[in-house]
């Protein structure tokens, strides 16, 4: 079946630090891939997405690249803040997939200190 | 203001005491679905809907029941709660099923059965 795998955290940054969160996936034909964000005591929110091989999704100064090659969409941020400190979840979506399901990686929770 | 309201956001139960967790939506979206979330695994899809009166099973429905009555409202059932159904539970809709459709959540309803 299809599944994403990431990086385990949690992620400890210092503000204005480089972040780099590793989303791999397995699936059986090419699926849209998301990047959802849940910051504390709220529900999830799409961050970015791609739809396509080479698509770089990007928002709020995080991008992410579906690169079909290597299965990966890792997420990237150039300089973070504390802001920023949330639970980041890798996700795939198939065209025809049952109940329109989204696949979600185990999530990757960023802490970012001042 | 467009939202997912999900009602309570904290249950404590006993095993075996039926509950409900509501969950209601003010967009006119088409699409609702329960996932649960647990730590390492994501957020795993419980049951969805497509329209009124039309459900189905998810990757996890075992012990639990949806109604879809009404657009707006899709209640998640518990006839009989148990231990292993302590979760964070997310109530999410879409506009429509194509699988580009982002989807909205609501903020979580952490559910602990005794």
């Known amino acids: 079946g299809n599944s994403v795998t990431q990086m385990e955290g949690p992620v400890t940054l210092s503000e204005e630090a480089f972040l780099t969160i590793n989303c791999t996936y397995t699936a059986t034909g090419y699926p849209s891939l998301f990047w959802y964000v849940q910051y504390p005591g709220e529900g999830l929110q799409l961050l970015l997405k791609?739809?396509?091989?080479?698509d770089k999704g990007s928002n709020k100064g995080f991008e992410a690249t579906y690169r079909k090659e290597t299965t990966s969409f890792h997420l990237e941020k150039g300089s973070v803040q504390v802001s920023d400190s949330a639970v980041y979840f890798c996700a795939l979506r198939m065209i025809k997939a049952a109940g329109n399901k989204l696949t979600f990686g185990g999530g990757t929770r960023v802490l970012v200190k001042p | 203001e467009a939202q997912v309201t999900q009602n309570p956001r904290y249950l404590i139960t006993v095993t075996g005491k039926k509950l409900t967790v509501t969950c209601s939506q003010n967009?006119?979206?088409?699409?609702m679905s329960w996932y649960r979330q647990d730590p390492g695994l994501g957020l795993r899809q419980i049951y969805y809907?497509?329209?009124?009166?039309?459900?189905d099973k998810g990757d996890v429905p075992e012990g639990y029941k949806v109604s879809r009555k009404e657009k707006r409202n899709f209640p998640l059932i518990l006839e009989s709660p148990s231990p292993n159904q302590t979760s964070l539970y997310f109530c999410?809709?879409?506009?429509?099923?194509?699988?580009?459709?982002?989807?909205?959540f609501g903020n979580g309803t952490r559910l602990t059965v005794t």
């Open positions: 999410a809709s879409s506009i429509g099923t194509n699988y580009n459709s982002p989807l909205h």
């Open positions: 967009m006119n979206h088409e699409y």
């Open positions: 809907s497509m329209n009124v009166e039309v459900t």
């Open positions: 791609a739809t396509k091989a080479d």
